[in-house]
């Protein structure tokens, strides 16, 4: 079969590999969509230090059950399903306190393991999730990202009437904007250099959308949620949460980056600084959630997987922010 294989940072590609076949308690899916993300990027280029190599990368993906391994009741052949890429042990002491997130022998389907940009791959049947009726395929593989927005979401304690500066409209940011608002917010304003986002951002439900350069609406905002990962963001953002108030790191920043921050600011005005990583029980929620959402509108066009190269040397420069390979589909 078809799959893309990063063999080492920077050497990656389609190649042909032998097909993979279920184990016990596992099932073979066959991948109809797969999502890109920055997570992606940082594998091909050997900047995400619990990747092995070889491997086959593509952790937001779903498509249709054709394989059942020994000891599999559900999900039955023909399913339609999104994968749920997180593998906890549930042995450790955080996956006995329900953070599964945080264990300490976490892996990831397509982090640590082979994911979904193949043609086909083996999953644990426990972490298949039967699409509801009417869901696409591209709007299904954005399950994964969307449970991230809602473990972020519950991260951040949002309390009914809050007003939300999202900082960031790519597909985490919108994501989570719409979450938010979902969730009880008031008032959601995305901040975003880009004008298409920001139309985009209009588009599916901000109360408003303004460059970095610009004034916010208001002056400060209940939550801060940073979905960029860069550092000069993240200061300007603290400076934005009113006395009181909570900022979110949502986005992933580089491993050795720093911010300055003022402790007594901390102090004296009372904030909360919470961090939301990955997904912890919120898949579930996610499958449920989808349906309702606009997805479909940050979906840039689908292509095959001999797109992969060009994907992740022009990562984030679409006016639709999500990127998606579909293994079926030819360029």
């Known amino acids: 079969m078809r799959a893309i294989v990063v063999e080492q940072p920077g050497t990656y590609g389609v190649r042909e590999v032998e097909p993979p076949r279920p184990g016990t308690g596992e099932v073979t899916v066959e991948v109809r969509a797969c999502g890109l993300c920055g997570t992606d990027v940082h594998i091909a280029h050997g900047e995400f230090p619990p990747s092995p190599y070889p491997l086959i990368p593509g952790h937001e993906f779903a498509g249709v059950v054709v394989e ?18 997180t593998l906890a042990c549930g042995r450790c002491g955080a996956c006995r306190d329900r953070r599964g997130n945080l264990c ?4 990831a389907i397509g982090d640590t393991v082979a994911g979904g940009l193949a043609e086909r791959v083996a999953v644990p049947a426990a972490n298949c999730h039967v699409l509801p009726e009417g869901i696409g395929w591209g709007e299904a593989a954005l399950i994964e990202p969307l449970a991230c927005a809602l473990w972020g979401a519950h991260r951040a304690h949002l309390r009914p009437g809050d007003t939300v ?5 790519g597909t985490m940011g919108l994501l989570l904007a719409q979450v938010l608002r979902r969730q009880g917010a008031s008032r959601v304003t995305v901040v975003e250099p880009r004008s298409d986002r920001r139309a985009l951002a209009m588009e599916i439900g901000a109360d408003a959308a303004v460059a970095p350069e610009d004034e916010p609406p208001i002056a400060s905002f209940d939550l801060v949620a940073d979905a960029t990962g860069r550092p000069d963001v993240i200061e300007r953002g603290l400076g934005l949460v009113r006395r009181g108030g909570t900022f979110l790191q949502f986005g992933v920043a580089p491993q050795g980056a720093r911010v300055p921050i003022s402790p007594y600011a901390v102090y004296f005005n009372d904030l909360t600084i919470v961090g939301s990583m990955a997904i912890n029980g919120t898949f579930s929620a996610a499958v449920r959630l989808a349906p309702t959402l606009s997805l479909a509108q940050l979906l840039a066009p689908a292509k095959g997987l001999e797109a992969y190269a060009q994907a992740i040397a022009g990562f984030g420069g679409g006016a639709k922010p999500k990127q998606q390979l579909w293994p079926g589909a030819t360029d």
């Open 68 to 85: 059942l391994g020994a000891g599999v009741a559900a999900p039955e052949l023909g399913a339609r399903v999104a994968v749920d890429p």
């Open 104 to 107: 300490e022998h976490w892996g």
């Open 165 to 169: 500066a999202v900082l960031g409209g």
